[in-house]
């Protein structure tokens, strides 16, 4: 089931798209293994034709499941396109693919999707990673350097 709206029913009236779309049929195409998307893409969408156009105005919403690039924690994180808006021309050079009257708006959802996704998932910015116990232990002992430090040739 991917994320279509038929043009024939955008001709009477504009259309209401509330659901959850599969993450297969997102096909992200993840290889990353510290992040996975795993919950279905969450979406509220309205959406008109406009002259020779779509016009989706809406939500999108993705949980993922990452483990921290720092210290290898494993957390969520929610991407929300709150006010995603998307034009998309019938005619001319960058006319959308029509298919039996019908668009297949999950192309355009999955790229706008990716382009959130982050580069490096982190738990938290004050994340110091795994050795942040150690190095604060470590603050308190002397260290040897300090005593070459006071050396002087």
Not at 102 to 131: I, K, N, S, W, Y
């Amino acid at each position: 089931m991917s994320l279509k709206v038929n043009l024939r029913h955008l001709e009477v009236h504009e259309v209401h798209l509330k659901g959850k779309l599969p993450v297969e049929e997102l096909d992200f195409g993840l290889q990353d293994e510290m992040m996975q998307a795993k919950e279905p893409l969450q979406y509220d969408l309205q959406v008109e034709q406009v002259a020779n156009a779509v016009l989706m105005q809406g939500k999108l919403a993705l949980t993922l499941n990452c483990q921290c690039v720092r210290c290898l924690k494993p957390f969520t994180r929610t991407i929300k396109l709150e006010n995603w808006t998307l034009h998309l021309p019938l005619e001319g050079a960058d006319a959308v693919p029509v298919d039996n009257d019908c668009v297949d708006l999950t192309p355009f959802a999955r790229e706008d999707m990716l382009l959130e996704f982050p580069q490096h998932p982190l738990c938290g910015a004050d994340c110091r990673g795994l050795g942040q116990n150690r190095r604060e232990s470590s603050q308190n002992v002397p260290s040897a350097w300090n005593e070459l430090d006071k050396l002087n040739f």
